[in-house]
Each structure stands twice: as structure tokens, then as C-alpha cells.
């Protein structure tokens, strides 16, 4: 399973979070369209995640 991991130092972190998961989830499932790519998010405090799907 790939893993990507980022610092980021920002004021505002849980917009730029919001949006970095939603840009990154819709680019997934668009790359992943022909086979049917399902992407799930996970937080790591336990609180459930997103889903997305084509």
C-alpha cells in the first residue's frame, strides 16, 4: 500500500487539510476511473474519514 506523509506549518490547517483531501480524493478517483478506484480517508485521531468513488 502506497503512504505519502507532509508537514505543513500553517495559521488555517484544518482548511488547507479540507482541501488538500478533497483535491487529492477526486484526482485519485479519476485516475483510478477505468478500475473502479474506491478511496477512503483516514484520520489518525481515530475520527472517520471521507469516502470516494467514481
Do not use: C, I
Amino acid at each position: 500500500m502506497a503512504r505519502s506523509a507532509a508537514r505543513v506549518t500553517t495559521d488555517r490547517p484544518a482548511r488547507y487539510a479540507k482541501q488538500l483531501a478533497a483535491h487529492l480524493g477526486r484526482h485519485l478517483v479519476r485516475f483510478g476511473t477505468r478500475d473502479e478506484l474506491l478511496v477512503e480517508w483516514h484520520r489518525d485521531n481515530g475520527e472517520p474519514g471521507t469516502t470516494q468513488s467514481n
